[in-house]
């Protein structure tokens, strides 16, 4: 009797499931992401650091994007926040910010050893420019795959809104550097606003449906 009580003991023990890791508030995470773009973007854009620094900063809410998904899926799991279609579009972004990292950090790595030959400098520029596209994509077939049709719907909002967000910031500051008031800027912080605007977009679906959304 004896071993079979252990025996019970043990399926229990291996079916019971273990505690999950509390990722906190997405809202917190999301500001703080937030937070981190608006400072870097101030840094840049008043020349206080360079393009070089501001792009190596910029893994700081690149980092954070992983605890937000996180929170996100913890928090809006009763609503299908864990469907297939969103645990493979977690792990595309995954594979292309990795990329993304590691192609900046060898482009910078060899630009500043010394002087690099005009086609490798090609070829290092537009790695880190289509691992970008390749998040791009992975939304794009976020958006195509989900079968809900609400999360669906989420995530399509927070992608015109993050596009109004960001042809509107590059229309604005176009002109003001036509009429020389602002400075000009490198073309990839369109990017940069759009990803800030797929944060607003949770906001917004946030405040009008009450769940952040799939992105």
Same mark, same amino acid.
């Not at 299908?80 to 972004?93: D, H, I």
């Given at each position: ?5 252990? $025996?019970?003991?043990?399926? @229990?023990?291996q079916? /019971? ?7 906190? *508030? ?13 400072? &870097?973007?101030?840094?840049?854009i ?5 393009k !070089?620094?501001? @792009?190596l900063?910029?893994? &700081?809410?690149? #980092? +954070? ?5 996180? *929170? ?16 493979? !579009? ?9 990329? !993304? ?9 060899? $630009? =500043?050893? #010394? /002087? %690099?030959?005009?086609? +490798?400098?090609?070829?290092?520029? +537009? ?5 970008i ?7 794009g077939?976020? &958006?195509? =795959?989900e079968?809900? =049709?609400?999360?669906? @719907?989420l995530? %399509?909002?927070? *992608? ?6 960001? +042809? ?5 500051w176009?002109?003001?550097?036509? #009429?020389? &008031? ?5 073309? !990839? ?9 797929l ?8 405040? $009008?449906?009450g769940?952040? #959304?799939?992105?």
């Amino acid at each position: 009797m004896l071993p079979a009580l252990w $025996q019970g003991a043990l399926v @229990m023990a291996q079916s /019971e499931p273990g505690p999950t890791r509390n990722w906190g *508030s997405p809202g917190l995470w999301l500001g703080c992401m937030l937070a981190a773009i608006g400072i &870097i973007a101030g840094l840049a854009i008043t020349d206080a650091i360079g393009k !070089y620094t501001a @792009m190596l900063l910029l893994l &700081i809410p690149a #980092g +954070l994007m992983y605890p937000l998904a996180k *929170s996100s899926r913890q928090k809006d799991a009763a609503c299908g926040g864990n469907s297939a279609a969103q645990k493979r !579009y977690t792990r595309r972004v995954a594979i292309f910010t990795s990329a !993304y990292l590691a192609s900046f950090a060898l482009m910078t790595f060899l $630009q =500043e050893a #010394g /002087e %690099v030959a005009y086609a +490798l400098r090609v070829v290092l520029a +537009l790695l880190p420019g289509l691992a970008i596209l390749g998040v791009l994509w992975a939304v794009g077939r976020l &958006i195509v =795959e989900e079968s809900d =049709e609400f999360l669906r @719907m989420l995530t %399509v909002r927070q *992608s015109l809104i993050a596009t109004g967000l960001a +042809l509107s910031a590059a229309s604005i500051w176009g002109f003001l550097q036509a #009429g020389d &008031i602002a400075p000009p800027v490198d073309l !990839y912080w369109v990017t940069i606003i759009w990803f800030l605007g797929l944060g607003v977009g949770a906001i917004v679906n946030r405040v $009008q449906f009450g769940t952040w #959304g799939a992105v």
